[in-house]
Structure formats: structure tokens, C-alpha cells
């Protein structure tokens, strides 16, 4: 479309309105391409690095929460035992940001007893080894957090120039183009042609039509949020589980219709829920578990 524009732009001499639209237009599509070049690289080599760190935390943390234990065990504090006896359960299906703070919370409660650590076989070089290893994964979730935001922004911004350059195009540009059919037939002739190809372009684009889906898990009777609820859209091959407060997201969903299940342990199976998302929408899906105990 670009090309059309200088090759006419004799055409468009004298008409102020017209050309200040084609400065906007082109502009916005060397802009859409710059966008669509950071959005080429793939979500997952954003947050790669993130799951293979969190695979070698998990491992250090369950290691931490055994020497937990026996330190508990040695001192006969019931509560410290009962404290990494849960980190040791939870070091398998922690959110990424529950393994974190989980990590801190056992530096810090191991930390408290070194003499005792040290009759256990737990080393100050070790404790600290372990501490720096938890800092260096907040660090990275982080640098991975602030990637993912800019990847939204950018997405936003994309979508935002797309549905801008539309009507630009249809009622700035393309009347002054068709009125000069006439006298410059090339001119509406190669414009046809290059919006077409333009259009198939934007349909082969390889940035894929995404939603985003959140909501909350709670105890429907007590109404208190569920942690470390697994949820998932089968179909999309994507699994979350919730953090603290029973929030979960999904930030990149495609289009289309979609399987929400949750389930978590203790609690009955809810009934599956099917959503269907547009290109940029976000929806809300919250789900109230029934304990299997419960009536």
C-alpha cells in the first residue's frame, strides 16, 4: 500500500486532508509491523527459562523441607515439623510464586536455628546457596512478569492501530482514490490490489487471534478462597492452578470456544464451563467448589 502511495503521489498533490491521512496511515502500518515482529517470538520462550528454573527450586525446597523436618524433630517443636511436612507436600504443585515464597519462608525458619542446622548436617554454605538460588528465581519471575506485560501492551497497541487504519483507509483515503479513477486508473487498479493482498496477509498473520480468562475459586460454604486449584482448557492445552486468594489467569487464550474445568483436592468436580472469547476480550470465569464432605 506504501509502494501505491509514492508511485501516485502526484495524485493527491493539493489535497491536505488526503495526505495528512496517508502520513497517519503508513505510519501506523510501519508501526504494526514493528509489533508484529516482537509478537513473532513465541509466548513459551518467555517463560521457557522460568520452568526450567522453578523444575531445579522445587528439587532444592523439598531437599530443605527433610532437613525442616528433622531440625523440628530435634528440637520437638510439633509446629516447625507440621510446617515443612506441608512445604514437602505442597513442593510438587505450588504455583511458581507460591514455590518462591514458600522458599523464602524455609530459608528463613532454618535460618533461625543454625546450631541446630549444623547437627543435622545443614551447613551455613548450603543454607545460603539455597537463599541466593530463591533470589535469583524472584529475580527471573520478575524480568518474566515485566516481559509478559509488554507483551500484552504490545498486543493492545496492535489492535488498537489495526481497528484505527480501517477507517482511515475506507473514508479518508479510498474515496479520493476512486474519484481519480477516471483520469489515473492505475492508480485505484494497484490500490485494489494491494489492499487484497493486505487483507490476506492480516489473515495469515502469525500473530493469532488470543482472549484472556480469569476468575476465582472459592468454598462454597465457607466462601474462604481455595489455593493451589488446578485450573485447565483441555482443548487448548493449558493448566494454571491458583494462587493464594484463588485467582487464577490465563493470559493468552485463542479465540473461539473454550472448556473451563477446575478441580482441587477435597472437593467435588464442578460442572465444566464452555465460554466463547473474541479477539481481545477478557472474561471472568469464577468457580465455587463443593467440599466432598460437605452438603
Request: charged share 25%.
Amino acid at each position: 500500500m506504501k509502494r501505491v502511495f509514492e508511485k501516485y503521489a502526484a495524485q493527491f498533490d493539493g489535497k491536505l486532508d488526503v495526505k495528512a491521512a496517508i502520513v497517519l496511515f503508513v505510519a501506523n502500518v510501519n508501526r504494526i509491523g514493528e509489533l508484529l515482529s516482537r509478537l513473532a517470538l513465541p509466548r513459551k520462550t518467555l517463560t521457557g527459562p522460568g520452568k526450567v528454573k522453578a523444575l531445579e527450586l522445587r528439587k532444592a525446597l523439598f531437599t530443605m523441607a527433610d532437613l525442616g523436618i528433622m531440625m523440628g524433630a530435634s528440637r520437638k517443636d510439633n509446629n516447625q515439623v507440621d510446617l515443612f511436612m506441608e512445604i514437602r507436600k505442597g513442593s510438587h504443585k505450588f504455583t511458581i510464586w507460591g514455590m518462591y515464597q514458600a522458599a523464602l519462608q524455609a530459608y528463613t525458619e532454618l535460618n533461625t536455628y543454625p546450631e541446630v542446622g549444623i547437627k543435622i548436617g545443614l551447613t551455613l554454605e548450603m543454607l545460603e546457596a539455597f537463599k541466593q538460588q530463591a533470589d535469583d528465581f524472584g529475580d527471573l519471575l520478575d524480568i518474566i512478569d515485566a516481559l509478559l506485560k509488554e507483551r500484552k501492551s504490545d498486543r493492545e497497541e496492535l489492535l488498537s492501530l489495526l481497528k484505527a487504519n480501517t477507517p482511515i483507509l475506507k473514508q479518508q483515503i479510498e474515496p479520493v482514490i476512486r474519484l481519480e479513477a477516471a483520469t489515473t486508473p492505475g492508480l485505484l487498479r494497484e490500490y485494489l490490489i494491494a489492499r487484497h493482498t493486505g487483507a490476506r496477509k492480516k489473515q495469515d498473520s502469525i500473530i493469532d487471534l488470543l482472549s484472556e480468562i480469569s476468575g476465582t475459586v472459592t468454598d462454597i460454604i465457607t466462601g474462604s478462597p481455595v489455593a493451589n486449584a488446578t485450573v485447565d482448557i483441555a482443548e487448548r492445552e493449558l493448566i494454571t492452578t491458583t494462587d493464594a486468594d484463588g485467582y487464577y489467569q490465563f493470559d493468552e487464550v485463542p479465540v473461539g470456544d473454550s472448556t473451563i474445568s477446575c478441580h482441587a483436592t477435597g472437593y467435588r468436580l464442578p460442572e465444566r464451563v464452555k465460554v466463547n472469547a473474541a479477539d481481545g476480550e477478557s472474561l471472568q470465569v469464577d468457580f465455587s467448589l463443593q467440599p466432598e464432605a460437605g452438603e
